[in-house]
Protein backbone atom coordinates (compact mmCIF):
# COMPACT_ATOMS: atom_id res chain seq x y z
CA UNK A 1 0.00 0.00 0.00
CA UNK A 2 0.78 3.63 -0.99
CA UNK A 3 2.43 5.80 2.06
CA UNK A 4 1.96 8.70 -0.26
CA UNK A 5 -0.38 11.42 1.13
CA UNK A 6 -3.52 12.16 -1.01
CA UNK A 7 -4.20 15.51 -2.17
CA UNK A 8 -6.67 17.23 -1.17
CA UNK A 9 -8.39 19.12 -4.51
CA UNK A 10 -8.56 22.19 -3.23
CA UNK A 11 -5.13 22.53 -2.48
CA UNK A 12 -4.31 22.05 -6.15
CA UNK A 13 -5.60 25.48 -6.59
CA UNK A 14 -4.05 27.19 -3.21
CA UNK A 15 -1.15 25.80 -5.34
CA UNK A 16 -1.66 27.42 -8.56
CA UNK A 17 -2.27 30.59 -6.85
CA UNK A 18 0.47 30.46 -4.40
CA UNK A 19 2.26 27.61 -3.25
CA UNK A 20 3.50 29.90 -0.10
CA UNK A 21 -0.47 29.91 0.59
CA UNK A 22 -1.06 26.51 -0.09
CA UNK A 23 2.06 25.27 2.76
CA UNK A 24 -0.07 27.75 5.13
CA UNK A 25 -3.18 26.12 4.89
CA UNK A 26 -2.19 22.49 3.95
CA UNK A 27 1.03 21.98 6.25
CA UNK A 28 0.99 24.52 9.10
CA UNK A 29 -2.73 24.21 9.20
CA UNK A 30 -3.25 28.41 9.16
CA UNK A 31 -6.58 29.81 8.21
CA UNK A 32 -7.82 33.14 8.40
CA UNK A 33 -11.02 34.90 7.22
CA UNK A 34 -11.28 38.01 5.38
CA UNK A 35 -14.00 39.51 3.29
CA UNK A 36 -13.29 37.55 0.24
CA UNK A 37 -13.27 34.49 2.12
CA UNK A 38 -17.01 35.31 4.31
CA UNK A 39 -18.31 36.54 0.84
CA UNK A 40 -17.46 32.71 -0.43
CA UNK A 41 -19.00 31.06 2.42
CA UNK A 42 -22.05 33.20 1.63
CA UNK A 43 -22.33 32.39 -1.64
CA UNK A 44 -21.50 28.92 -1.39
CA UNK A 45 -24.62 28.09 1.28
CA UNK A 46 -26.71 26.59 -1.22
CA UNK A 47 -24.67 24.59 -2.83
CA UNK A 48 -22.88 23.39 0.57
CA UNK A 49 -26.59 22.19 1.61
CA UNK A 50 -26.12 18.66 -0.15
CA UNK A 51 -29.68 19.60 -1.40
CA UNK A 52 -29.88 17.54 -4.85
CA UNK A 53 -32.67 18.60 -7.62
CA UNK A 54 -33.53 18.37 -11.46
CA UNK A 55 -33.32 22.08 -13.00
CA UNK A 56 -34.09 22.27 -16.48
CA UNK A 57 -34.60 18.56 -17.00
CA UNK A 58 -30.96 17.75 -15.41
CA UNK A 59 -30.69 16.16 -12.05
CA UNK A 60 -27.94 18.54 -9.91
CA UNK A 61 -26.36 16.88 -7.37
CA UNK A 62 -24.87 19.16 -4.66
CA UNK A 63 -21.79 18.48 -2.64
CA UNK A 64 -20.42 14.83 -3.85
CA UNK A 65 -17.59 13.39 -2.00
CA UNK A 66 -14.81 12.53 -4.50
CA UNK A 67 -11.98 10.97 -4.70
CA UNK A 68 -9.21 9.13 -6.88
CA UNK A 69 -7.24 6.02 -5.98
CA UNK A 70 -5.28 6.25 -9.55
CA UNK A 71 -4.12 10.09 -8.93
CA UNK A 72 -4.47 9.89 -4.88
CA UNK A 73 -6.71 12.39 -4.99
CA UNK A 74 -9.78 13.45 -2.37
CA UNK A 75 -12.29 16.05 -2.03
CA UNK A 76 -15.59 17.41 -2.94
CA UNK A 77 -18.02 18.74 -6.08
CA UNK A 78 -19.92 22.04 -5.53
CA UNK A 79 -22.09 20.06 -7.92
CA UNK A 80 -22.70 17.44 -10.53
CA UNK A 81 -24.93 17.55 -13.62
CA UNK A 82 -26.32 14.16 -14.72
CA UNK A 83 -27.86 13.84 -17.75
CA UNK A 84 -28.11 10.61 -19.13
CA UNK A 85 -24.66 9.46 -19.27
CA UNK A 86 -23.28 12.67 -19.43
CA UNK A 87 -22.02 13.95 -16.11
CA UNK A 88 -20.45 17.20 -15.56
CA UNK A 89 -18.71 18.91 -12.92
CA UNK A 90 -19.71 22.34 -12.37
CA UNK A 91 -17.56 24.82 -9.79
CA UNK A 92 -19.03 27.71 -7.86
CA UNK A 93 -16.85 31.01 -7.36
CA UNK A 94 -17.99 34.05 -6.03
CA UNK A 95 -15.89 36.68 -7.53
CA UNK A 96 -14.48 37.28 -10.78
CA UNK A 97 -11.89 34.80 -13.53
CA UNK A 98 -8.27 34.96 -11.86
CA UNK A 99 -6.08 32.55 -14.53
CA UNK A 100 -6.83 29.05 -14.30
CA UNK A 101 -6.50 27.77 -10.60
CA UNK A 102 -10.39 27.26 -10.68
CA UNK A 103 -9.50 25.54 -14.28
CA UNK A 104 -6.98 22.55 -12.48
CA UNK A 105 -9.68 22.55 -9.19
CA UNK A 106 -12.43 21.43 -11.93
CA UNK A 107 -10.33 18.98 -13.89
CA UNK A 108 -9.11 17.32 -10.71
CA UNK A 109 -12.83 17.05 -10.29
CA UNK A 110 -13.45 15.22 -13.33
CA UNK A 111 -10.50 12.75 -12.60
CA UNK A 112 -12.00 11.50 -10.13
CA UNK A 113 -15.66 11.33 -11.33
CA UNK A 114 -14.30 9.63 -13.89
CA UNK A 115 -12.55 6.70 -12.22
CA UNK A 116 -15.72 6.77 -9.92
CA UNK A 117 -18.11 6.51 -12.70
CA UNK A 118 -16.19 4.79 -15.56
CA UNK A 119 -17.40 7.30 -18.14
CA UNK A 120 -15.49 10.39 -19.79
CA UNK A 121 -16.06 13.41 -18.63
CA UNK A 122 -15.02 16.37 -21.34
CA UNK A 123 -16.20 19.65 -19.78
CA UNK A 124 -17.31 20.92 -17.11
CA UNK A 125 -18.08 24.68 -15.83
CA UNK A 126 -17.28 27.41 -13.24
CA UNK A 127 -20.16 29.91 -12.44
CA UNK A 128 -18.83 33.14 -11.13
CA UNK A 129 -21.03 34.84 -8.97
CA UNK A 130 -19.35 38.34 -9.70
CA UNK A 131 -20.81 38.46 -13.81
CA UNK A 132 -23.46 35.70 -12.88
CA UNK A 133 -21.89 33.78 -15.73
CA UNK A 134 -20.87 30.72 -16.26
CA UNK A 135 -17.61 29.35 -18.01
CA UNK A 136 -17.31 26.36 -20.30
CA UNK A 137 -13.86 24.44 -19.54
CA UNK A 138 -12.89 21.99 -21.90
CA UNK A 139 -10.91 18.87 -19.98
CA UNK A 140 -8.39 18.32 -22.56
CA UNK A 141 -4.90 16.52 -22.25
CA UNK A 142 -3.52 19.64 -21.59
CA UNK A 143 -5.21 21.02 -18.81
CA UNK A 144 -5.48 17.49 -17.50
CA UNK A 145 -1.77 17.12 -17.67
CA UNK A 146 -1.08 20.07 -15.71
CA UNK A 147 -3.52 19.21 -13.25
CA UNK A 148 -1.93 16.26 -12.27
CA UNK A 149 1.54 18.07 -12.44
CA UNK A 150 0.46 20.64 -10.24
CA UNK A 151 -0.91 17.85 -7.73
CA UNK A 152 2.17 16.42 -7.46
CA UNK A 153 3.80 19.24 -6.53
CA UNK A 154 1.38 19.34 -4.06
CA UNK A 155 2.40 16.04 -2.58
CA UNK A 156 5.99 16.89 -2.72
CA UNK A 157 5.03 20.12 -0.54
CA UNK A 158 3.12 18.01 2.01
CA UNK A 159 6.16 15.61 2.28
CA UNK A 160 8.89 17.73 2.62
CA UNK A 161 6.71 19.83 4.65
CA UNK A 162 8.81 23.41 3.98
CA UNK A 163 7.45 26.50 3.55
CA UNK A 164 7.80 27.94 -0.15
CA UNK A 165 9.34 31.36 0.11
CA UNK A 166 7.59 34.78 0.08
CA UNK A 167 7.04 36.91 -3.12
CA UNK A 168 5.41 40.01 -1.44
CA UNK A 169 3.30 40.61 -5.27
CA UNK A 170 -0.40 41.80 -6.62
CA UNK A 171 -1.70 38.38 -5.13
CA UNK A 172 -0.97 39.22 -1.62
CA UNK A 173 -2.68 42.09 -0.73
CA UNK A 174 -6.45 40.25 -0.78
CA UNK A 175 -4.82 37.52 0.83
CA UNK A 176 -6.61 36.09 3.94
CA UNK A 177 -3.13 34.70 4.92
CA UNK A 178 -1.02 37.93 4.60
CA UNK A 179 -0.23 38.33 8.44
CA UNK A 180 0.89 35.18 8.79
CA UNK A 181 3.18 34.96 5.51
CA UNK A 182 4.15 38.39 6.39
CA UNK A 183 5.42 39.03 2.57
CA UNK A 184 6.98 42.74 2.93
CA UNK A 185 9.27 40.96 5.20
CA UNK A 186 9.61 37.43 4.14
CA UNK A 187 10.29 38.32 0.63
CA UNK A 188 13.24 41.20 1.38
CA UNK A 189 15.96 39.85 3.59
CA UNK A 190 16.81 43.87 4.08
CA UNK A 191 13.56 45.08 5.11
CA UNK A 192 13.31 42.14 7.93
CA UNK A 193 16.75 42.86 9.46
CA UNK A 194 15.71 46.53 9.57
CA UNK A 195 12.49 45.19 11.40
CA UNK A 196 14.05 43.02 13.94
CA UNK A 197 16.84 45.55 14.47
CA UNK A 198 13.80 48.33 15.36
CA UNK A 199 11.08 46.30 17.04
CA UNK A 200 12.10 42.85 18.51
CA UNK A 201 16.01 43.25 19.19
CA UNK A 202 15.47 46.79 20.94
CA UNK A 203 11.98 45.28 22.83
CA UNK A 204 12.69 45.63 26.82
CA UNK A 205 12.51 42.15 28.32
Known amino acids: MSTEPIVPIAAIQHYEYCPRQCALIHVDGVWAENAR ?10 VDSGAHRRERGVLVLRSIPLWSE ?8 D ?10 PVEYKHGTRHG ?5 QLCAQALCL ?17 PRRRHRVELD ?5 QTLATAEAVRALLVTGRLP ?20 L ?20
Open 37 to 46: TIAGTRAHRR
Open 70 to 77: AHGLSGRA
Open 79 to 88: AVEVDGRSVV
Open 100 to 104: ITADL
Open 114 to 130: EEMLGVPVRVGFIWYGG
Open 141 to 145: DELRA
Open 165 to 184: PAVDDRRCPPCQLRSHCLPE
Open 186 to 205: CARPEVADRYLAAEVLTCDT
